[in-house]
């Protein structure tokens, strides 16, 4: 096989890598990043880099824990946290100031959890997802949800439960497939 | 869940939304039924886990106004390659390609495998959740051909002087070593991948996702065969 064509071959793989991830993915990251920092140029060099180590070390993309989006957030959320320590620590390298503590306090089991359960969301029926979406991400209420989603008020209260308890279900095999 | 449908109105208590009465009467409930109170306990900590993401991480699609990253973005992959090729790489993130822009069905591969024959394992055991395809780009082009029980749909995606290809395959015994195969107008075979039909997939069918380096314009046919050249089924551009 002749080195051009390897070479050739190799970039448009790479291109199409950062390309879908980015056409996919890119307005999660950005908009998370750009409230987390309150600033677009800076959240832009983040998503930037965050692709970047995406690229670098694609077997993550493949064994990651959680969902492609999950590590991605997760990646961009530990640039973050680089950033506002190293903006922090410019002014006084004293003690950690409150935006640091802020950023870094659910930086945790938690997120990684809450990151698992992104790529679980995927797993349910879109009935379900819709309903949890509502109701736990956007903080509606069953009523709220049932005119939102045009269904009735009967209808999100049972699929809410019975969407949680499948989405436990999906969580639990999830984060035994992550550890393993 | 009939046993605690039967112990109190978990559903109700949950969501939240029970009277004050209500929710009383299920926590006096709750205080004596371990069955129960476990059940609320981890049905609650999913809800804590879902009210912990980010409410961007549902956002869909390429940000506003991001081509300029994306290019700043492009470039520092590109140069950063040059400086450190490699085919192993490549297989690498042929792979991740795969998952990335797939990973609904069984086992899909990407790239050639070159000299080595060592496909690219794309984990097909482990698969992150499918992202949506990229069906919107315009230019693509839908072709579909069948032979002898076999069917082949493929989305042709333009890219700049090579295309994306999005197939669906059906119809396949088996344990045949197949190929995606595009071909262009001046007979240039390019094979955009290459996969094991699993048994699911021979029931079900498999959803395959590859590139090839023909012109959007050259393409002229999207084919199907095994390794033993084989063809099974050919959709013509």
Known sequence: MAGLRTRHRQ?????????????????????????LLGDRSAA?????????????????????KGSVRGWLLTVVRNLVIDKVRARDARPAEVAESPTTVAVERDHSDQVVDSMVVLSALD???????????????????????????GIPPGTV????YYGLRALRELFGNQRAEGVA | MGMND????????????????????????????????????????MREFL?????????????????????????????????????????????????VAAAL??????????????APEAGAGQQPPAPATSSAVPGTKVVTGSGSGTRLTASIVPAAGWVRVEASVSGIPAGQKCRLVVVGKNGDRE???????????????????????????????????NTDGHEFVQANA
């Not at chain 1, 832009?44 to 990651?64: H, I, K, T, Y």
């Not at chain 1, 879109?126 to 309903?131: A, D, G, P």
């Not at chain 2, 996969?195 to 999207?222: C, M």
């Open chain 2, 51 to 99: 009210g912990a993401l980010p409410p961007e991480a549902l956002l869909e699609g390429p940000p506003e106004g991001g081509d300029l990253l994306l290019q700043r973005t492009l470039r520092q992959v590109r140069s950063e390659a040059r400086s450190s090729a490699g085919r192993s790489r490549f297989v690498a993130v042929a792979a991740a390609v795969v998952v």
């Open chain 2, 6 to 45: 039967e112990h109190a109105d978990l559903a109700g208590y949950v969501a939240g939304e029970l009277s004050p009465r209500e929710a009383q009467a299920v926590e006096a409930h709750l205080a004596t039924c371990v069955e129960c109170r476990t059940e609320v306990e981890s049905l609650n900590e």
């Open chain 1, 44 to 64: 832009e060099d983040v998503v930037q880099e965050a692709l970047v180590r995406a690229w670098r070390n694609p077997e993550s993309l493949v064994n990651g």
């Open chain 2, 105 to 118: 069905g069984g086992g899909v591969l990407v790239g050639r495998s070159g000299s080595s024959g060592a």
């Open chain 2, 191 to 225: 094979i955009a991948g290459g996969w094991l039909v699993s048994e699911k997939a021979s029931r079900e069918g498999a959803k395959l996702y590859g590139s090839a380096l023909v012109a959007p314009a050259d393409v002229a046919s999207v084919v199907v065969e």
């Open chain 1, 157 to 160: 209260k049972s699929r809410s």
């Open chain 1, 123 to 149: 797993g349910l029926s879109s009935e379900h997802r819709e309903v949890l979406e509502q109701m736990y991400l956007h903080g509606r209420t069953v009523t709220e949800a049932a005119e939102k989603l």
């Open chain 1, 11 to 35: 970039e448009v793989a790479d291109e199409a890598l950062v390309r879908s991830l980015f056409e996919e993915h890119g307005k999660a990251m950005l908009a998370y990043a750009t409230r």
